[in-house]
C-alpha cells in the first residue's frame, strides 16, 4: 500500500448496530443521560433505542446568557427535563419499544402521567397512520415521588420571545404586541433561511437555536422503522423554555389559535386524532402546569391567538400588507433540504386553506400577487379545497383550521361578486348544499354552515395574562 492509499475508514457503531436492528423485535427505551455546556449553549440529550446509542444536539445563542444563581441552575436542570424526555418522542416511536427506562433523573409520577399523555396523544396521527394501538403502548416508569415544595420565583427580566414559523399567525401576534408598546425579540428553532429571512426583517432581536437530530434516526428509517408525525411543537416548546431561562426571558407568547383544538378526525375507538394537538389549549395548559410546578412560576409561555380561529387571524393579516410578500405557509417550504425556489407550492392543504381563508378579506389579484397564481379559478383545485370541508368527517393531517371556517368561507366567496363565479367557489358551493340537504333528507340533525362573522369572535379559554388581553 502506498503513502496516497489509505484503508477506508470504518462505519460508525451506530451504523453498524444499525444494520442489525429491526423494528418488530424493538423491545427497549434507555433515556440515558443529558448535558449542557452553559458558556458555549452546547445542549447533548441521549438516549439508547436496544442498544443503539442515539444523541440530539441542540446549540442556543449565548452572547446574552445570565450568571446562573443556585435557583436558576435548579430551574436549569428541570428544563432539561423536560426537553430531554420531551424531544426523545422522535427516537421513540422508532420501534414503540414496550420497555421504557431512566438511567439518571427519572420523573416522578404526576411527571409520567404527562409524558405518557403527551406521546399518546401527540403521537395519535403517527399511529393511526401506521395502524398501531397506541392505547397499548406503555406507561412511564414512576421511580420519584411527587414533589411537595414549589419552585422559587426567579425574578426574570421583563421581556417577550416570540416563536416564528415563518407565516401569518406569528406575524399577527408580533404586531398586536407591537402595537401596545411591546418590543418582542423572536426566535426560531432550527435553521430554516425563509424563517430567518422573516424574522430579521422585523425590528429588534431575532435568536436562532440550532437542532440536530442523530443521524442515525435516518439510517433507522432505512431499515424501516416507524415513521410519521411528532409533537414538533411540544420540543419547541421545551428547547424555549430552556432558552428563556439561559437568557432571562420571562414570557414566550406563542400564535397558535383555537382552531387547533379541532380533532382532524376521529378515530374507529373514538379517540380523537389531532394533527395539531401540541399547538391545542389542551397542551398549552399541560406545559404551563409543568413550568409553575417545576420550573420558574414566574416564566410564563401561552399563545397570544389562542381565542382566535384561523378566519379571524385571517382577516387581521389581511391588512397587514407589509408582510403579504414575505411569509409562507407551505410546509413544503420546511423539508430536510431546504426551502423551494416559490413561497407556495400552490398545491397542499396548507396552501388551500390560507388561501381560503384569506379570500373573504381580500380580491383576487391580491391573493394572486401573494400565490403566484389564482388558486380558486383552477378546476383542478377542486379536490384540494374540498379536502379542507371534511365532508366526509376528517379533515387532512395539517395545520389547517376548522372545517366550519372552510365552509363558511365558501358559503362567504359565493355571495361575493370578486369570487362567486370562480369554478371552485360555483363547486363547492354546490357540493356543500348537496352535503346539507343530505344529512337533513337521512334525518341527521341538520348542520347549518356558522356566519363567517360569528367565527371571527375571540371566544373560548386562554392563558393569555391580564395586562395584555386588550390585545389579544
Known sequence: MTMAQKMPEPPPRAEVEVRHWARDRSARFCFLDREFDVPNGKVSLRYELDGIELVERLTLPTDRACSPSSQRTAAVEEALDLLHWTAGVSYWKAGCPREIEFSARAPDPWQAVWLTRLYREGLAEFSFRNGLDRGAWPEFPRRRSDRMARPPHLALARRTLVPMGGGKDSLVAWSRLWRIGER???????????????????????????????????????????????????????????????????????????????????????????????????????????????????????????QDRELAVCREFAGLSEFHGLFSSCNRNFHL??????????????????????????????????????????????????????????????????????????????????WRDHPVVVALNERLSEYLQGISKDGTSPNPVPDLDRLCQPTGPHRIPPEWQHAA
Request: proline share 5%; glycine share 6%.
Open 184 to 306: 418582542p425579540d423572536t426566535v426560531q428553532v432550527g435553521s430554516s433561511s425563509l424563517i430567518r429571512r422573516v424574522g430579521e426583517e422585523l425590528p429588534g432581536r431575532h435568536l436562532v437555536v440550532e437542532r440536530r437530530l442523530d443521524p442515525a434516526l435516518a439510517a433507522l428509517n432505512q431499515q424501516g422503522a416507524w415513521n410519521g408525525h411528532v409533537p414538533v411543537t411540544a420540543i419547541n416548546a421545551a428547547v424555549l423554555t430552556l432558552l428563556a431561562l439561559t437568557l432571562d426571558y420571562d414570557r414566550v407568547v406563542f400564535a397558535n389559535e383555537r382552531s387547533a383544538d379541532e380533532a382532524s378526525l376521529v378515530d374507529a375507538a373514538g379517540e380523537a386524532v389531532n394533527h395539531q394537538f401540541s399547538k391545542s389549549f389542551a397542551f398549552e395548559q399541560m406545559l404551563g402546569d409543568w413550568i409553575e410546578r417545576y420550573i420558574a412560576p414566574d416564566l410564563k409561555m401561552f399563545s397570544l391567538l389562542r
Open 337 to 418: 433540504d431546504g426551502p423551494r425556489t416559490r413561497r407556495w407550492c400552490g398545491r397542499c392543504p396548507k396552501c388551500h386553506f390560507v388561501y381560503l381563508a384569506l379570500a373573504p378579506f381580500m380580491v383576487p389579484a391580491e391573493l394572486e400577487s401573494i400565490f403566484g397564481s389564482d388558486l380558486l379559478a383552477d378546476p383542478d383545485q377542486r379536490a384540494g379545497f374540498e379536502a379542507l370541508l371534511a365532508l366526509d368527517g376528517r379533515k387532512p393531517f395539517e395545520c389547517v383550521g376548522e372545517a366550519d371556517e372552510a365552509r363558511a368561507a365558501i358559503r362567504a366567496l359565493a355571495e361575493r361578486e370578486a
